[in-house]
Structures are given as structure tokens and as C-alpha cells.
């Protein structure tokens, strides 16, 4: 092959578009930018060359078996080189790229049958529009694409290892990287061939079901995405075990590790947009939110002001949790604060993405984030796309890391109309919880609050572990690129997932039966009225979230805790401890000060607010370990000889067993509860049913408590209870979810032919009692099944004897059954990897704790490619 060869460009490349398809005899050549070829031959892939070549596609993957039986690239078909319109041909010479050879061929094309089309019949996808000098065999180009989603792609890598490995075969490629410069062109552009294929696919089976759809249902674009979620007849209220359940379960979390850089040179613009379906809401749905929102907050100074401490403490209206705790919620978390930087603009144009997942994992839509910090108003832009989607009715579980800090702005600034308002319960993430204060996790915690069930709401953090290997190439990509490759992705994603609903529903089954067995068998042991725990938990909840009191009878003992706190924290802040002495005793009237000398002569009090001094500060540690990335801040408590968290346990439960001496001395207060010892071993999990959240004996200012608070038996109780609840809410949403998918079932088969899965999930689930009766046809009979697979192997053996190939349906173009059978070793790895950097914001914080060491050995995410071995043999 000559060099000239090798090097040849388009011809169509210097020909205006819109006489690119017609070969005239007298071209008038003009010279064009590359950026205008660019931008012409982006063209004729998008509106002309691919559109035709779908149907082809598709035929050639069924003619051939999904490429079981490909042709061969040189073989001559009897109506090549023939045009019945007599229109001008043209001979181009091809160079094929095989998996094991590397030959060229002559074809002969005209725009009634261009050159694409052409290569298509022999098994290959051209590298150009119009007048292609290389083509890839489609079983080379589908292998890679399957590589490519399951790990970090390289196209360079790819690209020198085939030419390399062709060149040990003697196959001779003239220049350096030719391969990879058009190898790069044939990729993208099969990639796209087979997403609109599969898209042909999608449309033509809604287009079946839309004579018997119902229109108080969720869209059909939802429905596609989640059928359990939001496939069936029945998603109303009455259906599941509690009127409080929302119908639905969504998350939403962002992730700033998924950058893309400014352009060094300054260049302005985008890539051209690439002509599939995507993920992402539009930028200018997003900006029109952003824009919203700014009229609805009116100016900067009134938001700094509503944070500001008021005097007396209270609840915001609709809020449940007073003003003090969701300000110091809204301190923890860096996603709280919207000013606060999470990625430079100056470097990065696109600083991150932020997700909208339901329950299953499964991806509903996708932002791209342009600011620095997380502002609301994606999260916003994302719940509004949302309800554009479902019926008027429908409600949803939120689940947001700071779900406490949108659902009080969306009251404060209006940002939604109560119709839609009234339809959200807002929660906070399992794994994030532990980030807010006590009186907040008691409301918002999913383990705590009514109707959640035992959804995790973690499925975002699965997500960005599985795009993490995109980290390097995108952040140097394009930017519709960018997108295009994250759709791939999620769509593959979803494939995986899409075959293992039955599998998800299994094991989810079997863990609630276990966990709620166990709790009941606890509860009976402890042999406690349902009725009285319920009341108490009750009325802890009512003392717990109450507005704190005014600041005058509990100053002294409050400022003598910030002491305390700041003593236990480092002795160089004497500084801060002797000015805040000074405002206390400028702060206190006559009788204050004289009361502090005798509570600062109280033996059995001074080692009281001394523990709980210790216990707060082992609390902030804690939180501070969680996320703490920063090695300098490790480097600088090493150097300073901070006591570690271990040490303050020790010091803490010290204290408590002085409190206890005390007490059974008769030197403490009347009704005085002792204070439980904090374990060494577990201090780090930070669950939400651990001590170490509540002050048990050293917040309790009544004098007679509660059975709440000093009643053991009563407070495992409501532990144990609130446990079976969420059992009991998670097997009545399976059950639901049970029924659901068998009704979609029916509903594809009704629709399409040949459905592969269904003998998988009916043999998964049929463990699961339905909510709801629906019979027990699944689609099609046993018997159908295997006439249809006799059909097929007869098929197969005819065409493996040459036989005329069989006309047919036109099949799926993705060979589902690819990422249908899903391995243990490949589920195991679902969770691992969580991207947690930037979450919190302290001043100082600890070391930090591995994110594996946080996930228990029995915890069970709700992803459907996270498959436990403990469950698989049930």
C-alpha cells in the first residue's frame, strides 16, 4: 500500500454539504479550514450516513447471527458495482482491519449505495463518510467496545498492540499511528451506530405498548429506566404496608472528582454535539433553574442573615428540627455551603457531575456541574425533571446528603409549590448521616423515619466508583465527548443491572426476612409492650427536637462545657479559654457568678460537664476522621501530640466510672442516671443505633427521667422496633416490586418476542408473595421457550450448511445475554473505592479511616451487581 494511499483524505472533505452526496462531473474545488471538514464530515455522519445505516445494521446482525457467522471482507456480492438509477459510480480502495489479517479491497460506490452501506454488507465500518481508505471489522470493533466499558479506555494502547501484533504477521502499516487516527473515527462513530440501533429497537416495542398504556402511569421514559420502580398497573398507597411510603425511592448526590480542564489555549466552544439520547438535563434547563432560584432568594444579605443565632431558639415553618440543629448540620457539610469551593473555575470548566438515582441504582438523569461549589439548584433542576415525569399524584423518598438543608430552603424560599412539596419526605443518606447533629438523624435518618424501608440511598457512590476509571481521559475531553462517554457507560451499567432485577429482588428478600426475624426474636426476649415503646420513642423524639432553652439558666454550665471542650482540645488555646471566661463573667448579673463559684465547687458537676465535654469532642473527632484526606493536617496533630481518639475513649470512660462512684456515694443529684461506658472495639463504625450519639446521664436535667433515657430494656426496645418497622416497610415494598416486574414482564412479551429473562427472575422471586394477585403466566409457556430455541439451533445448523439465510424480525444489535450472566467476583467489587473526598468541612480533623473498614460485613447494598456469598446459595 503506497504512502499516498495511507494518507488519502475525503474528497468530499473540499466539497460544500450540500453536494456531497451527488458526484458531479465539474467540482469546483474550494479550500476549507480543517475545522470546517470537521465539522462537514460530522454532518454527513449524523444526518445522512447513520440513519441509513440502522436498518442494514440490524439485518446484517440477525443474517449473521450476531456476528457468529460475519462475511468475509473480500468476498464479491452479485450487486456490487451496480446502480439501477445509473448515477455516477466510484472504485475506492479500502484497507480492512481483522482481528487476524490485514487485506485490501475495492469497492465500488454511488450515492444511491455509498460506501458505508457497501463495507456494512461485508462486516465493516468505514473510517470516513464518503470515501473511506480504512474500514474495522465489526467483531474487532464490538470486541473493544465491551473492553472499553469495563475498563479505563485507550484507544492509543488498543491501537499499538493490534498494529504491532498485525506487523509480527508480516501485515505492513506504512506510517506511524495511521491505525490510531482513523481507528479513532471508526469507533466513535460504530458507537453511535449501535446506540440509535438500540434506541430503533426501544422505540418500536413503546410504540407496540402505547395502545393499551394508562395515562395516570409514569412516562414511558421513566418506565424504560427502572421498571421496578416505575413499570405495573398499581403504584397507589393502598398497595403497600404503610399510607406513609412514598411510591417511589429516589437519591441524588454529586461527585467533584469528574473534572474537565479549561483549555489551555484559550479556545472558545464546543465539539460538535453528537446525534444520540442522553443522560444529562440540558444546560439550559439548568441555567433557567440557577436563575429561579436567584429570584426566589432575592438578595445575598437576607440568606446571612436567617443564619444568624437568634436569641431564642424555634422551629422554621414546616420544619420539624429547630433552627440550632440544622445550623449545625449546615456547618458539617461542605455541600451545604454553596460558596464553598469543591473545584476550581479557573482550571476547570466542568467541575463535576451530580446524579439522580432510584432505589435499584438504576440512573434516571445527570447533571453537569459549572460551578465551584454545590449549589441547590441542581438538585433542584433535577426534582423538577422528574415530576415532569410522573403522575400528578405520585410521591417520592428523598434521599440527599443534606436533605434536611434542601427541604428547609425549598420551605423558606418557596423554590416548589406546596402541591409538589407535599409529595417529597425528605431524608439523609445512610453513609452521611453520621455528618449530622443527634436531634437531626432522629427525623431524617431513613433507619428512623417512617416509610424508607431498608434502602441504603447509597447506589450514587456506586456509580462514581464505577466511572472512576474515566477520571484521567475525560478530564481532558471535549465536552459533548465527555457526555457521549458517560452515557456509554451508564447505559452498560444498566445492562448489567437490567438482568439481575431478579437476582437484587432475591437477595434483598432474604436479607429483610433475616434481619426482621431477628429483631422480633430480640424484642420477645426483652419481653416489653409494643404500645409503651412507640410512646416513648414518641416522646424522645418530641424531647430531643424541642427548640434548646433561652440563654440564661444554663449559661454557666454551657460555657463551662465550650471550656472544657477547648481544654480537652489543645492546651495552646488558653488564650480563647481566658477570653471566653472574661465574656462569661461580663455576660452574668450578681447571683449568675455566685452560682458558677458553687457549681465550680460541685465535685459530682464539674466531672459531669467534664465528660460531656470529653464525649462531644470524641464526637467531632469522629466525624472529622471520616473524611479527613489531608495529610498535612495528620503531619501537624502528630507534631502537636494531639490525644487520639482512643485515648479520649479512655479518658472519657474514666470519668464515667467517677460519675458512678459518685452516684452510688449518694454524691449526686437525686435521679441521677449513670452515664454508659463508650467500647473501644466498634468506636469507628459510627452506626446510628451507637451510644456515642446520645448523652445518656449527662443531658438529663429533669427530675424524674424518662424510661427512654434511663430504662435500658425500653431503649433497645425502640431500637429493635423501629427495626422490624423498616423490615416490615421493605417486604411490603418488595412484595410490591415482586408483583411489578411480573406485570412489565407480560407487558414485554406482549410487545416483543424471544424476552430472555424471565425464567430467570420468575425462579428468583417466586419466594416473594405478590402484593397484589396477577396470575402466573410470565409471557410465554415452557413449551414456547423451547420451540423457539429448537427453531433457532435449526437455524444455526442450516445456515452452517450454506443454506439461503432465513428473513426475520429485526433482533437487538447488543446481544443482551452478553451482560446477562453476572459472576461473583464482578458483583464483590460494586461498592469498593467510594469517592468520599470533600464531603466535610472542619478546621482540624484526624486521620484517615479506610473507607472499607465503615461498610459491615452484613451490610447489603441495593445495587443489583452487588451479589453477597452469603446469600447466593439461599
Known sequence: MSRTELEHKDDEATIPFSDSLHFSDHPVPRRLTSSQKRANQWRRWSEDIIPRMIVPYLSYIEETLSLRHANIPGEHHSNDGECGTGCRTRSIKVACVL???????????????????????????????????????LRVLKFVRLLFVRQSPNQTAWCDALETFLDGMRYKLTLKNSLRRRFSNVFHWYWVLTVLARDYISTLITDARKDGSCVDQPSEYLCSQCPLCFGGNNWRNEVRGSPSMPNIIVCIDAC?????????????????????????????????????????????????????????????????????????????????????????????????????????DRVLWVVNLTSAGEKQHYALALLDRLFEHLPAQMTIGLLYDIGCQLERSCRKWKFMDNSILSRIAFAVAVFHAYGHQWPCQIVYHPRKREGFGLSDSEGCERLWSFLKPLIPSLCVSGFNQRLFV?????????????????????????????????????????????????????????????????????????????????????????????????????????????????????????????????????????????????????SYRATINEPGILKLVSTYNGLCYQLRSLIRQRRAPPYAVMPHIIPRDGIFLLDVDDDIWQDVGLDDDTIAPPAWLSDDAVRNGIRLQLEVDRCMEEEAQLMHERAVIQEWMLAEWGAIRGASNNAVWKKKVQCIPCAWPVGESWGPS?????????????????????????????????????????????????????????????????????????????????????????????
Open 99 to 137: 482481528f487476524d489479517a490485514f487485506e485490501e479491497i475495492t469497492i465500488i460506490a454511488c450515492p444511491c449505495f455509498p460506501a458505508p452501506l457497501q463495507l456494512l454488507r461485508r462486516g465493516l465500518f468505514p473510517c470516513a463518510p464518503m470515501v473511506p481508505s480504512l474500514a474495522v471489522d
Open 256 to 360: 467533584f472528582t469528574q473534572k474537565c480542564s479549561t483549555n489551555p489555549h484559550g479556545a472558545t466552544g464546543n465539539d460538535p454535539l453528537n446525534p444520540t439520547s442522553s443522560f444529562f438535563l440540558p444546560m439550559a434547563d439548568v441555567n433557567a433553574m440557577e436563575d429561579f432560584v436567584q429570584r426566589c432568594r432575592g438578595e445575598s444579605r437576607q440568606a446571612r442573615a436567617s443564619r444568624a443565632e437568634p436569641d431564642k431558639d424555634c422551629y422554621e415553618e414546616g420544619m420539624c428540627v429547630p433552627v440550632s440543629v440544622l445550623n449545625g448540620c449546615g456547618d458539617s457539610f461542605i455541600a451545604a455551603d454553596e460558596k464553598r469551593e469543591k473545584a476550581s473555575t479557573r482550571f476547570f470548566t466542568d467541575t463535576g457531575l451530580m446524579a439522580l438515582l432510584c432505589r435499584h
Open 782 to 874: 415452557d413449551e414456547a421457550l423451547l420451540q423457539a430455541a429448537r427453531d433457532q439451533a435449526q437455524s444455526s445448523f442450516r445456515d452452517e450448511d450454506d443454506a439461503e439465510s432465513v428473513e426475520g424480525e429485526e433482533g437487538d444489535c447488543e446481544g443482551d445475554l452478553e451482560y446477562g450472566e453476572i459472576g461473583d467476583e464482578e458483583l464483590m467489587d460494586a461498592i469498593e473505592d467510594i469517592a468520599l473526598v470533600d464531603e466535610y468541612r472542619y478546621d482540624h480533623s484526624n486521620e484517615l479511616l479506610d473507607d472499607t473498614d465503615d461498610i459491615d460485613d452484613h451490610f447489603m447494598p441495593s445495587s443489583p451487581i452487588k451479589l453477597l456469598n452469603k446469600c447466593r446459595c439461599i
Open 486 to 634: 458517560l452515557d456509554t457507560q451508564i447505559r452498560h451499567l444498566d445492562s448489567k443491572s437490567l438482568q439481575g432485577f431478579g437476582h437484587w429482588l432475591h437477595r434483598h428478600w432474604i436479607h429483610c426476612q433475616i434481619k426482621k426475624n431477628g429483631a422480633l426474636d430480640s424484642l420477645h426476649d426483652l419481653q416489653v409492650d409494643e404500645h409503651m415503646l412507640r410512646v416513648e420513642w414518641k416522646a424522645q423524639v418530641d424531647y430531643q427536637t424541642k427548640p434548646a432553652p433561652r440563654q440564661s439558666r444554663n449559661k454557666a454550665a454551657e460555657v463551662i462545657t465550650t471550656i472544657l471542650a477547648l481544654e480537652k482540645t489543645l492546651e495552646a488555646q488558653e488564650a480563647s479559654i481566658r477570653e471566653l471566661e472574661m465574656q462569661l463573667h461580663a455576660a452574668l448579673g450578681t447571683e449568675d457568678k455566685v452560682n458558677l463559684e458553687k457549681m465550680k465547687k460541685d465535685v459530682y458537676l464539674m466531672v459531669h460537664l467534664n465528660a460531656l465535654a470529653v464525649k462531644t469532642r470524641i464526637r467531632d473527632r469522629l466525624r472529622q476522621r471520616k473524611f479527613e484526606f489531608e495529610r498535612l493536617e495528620r
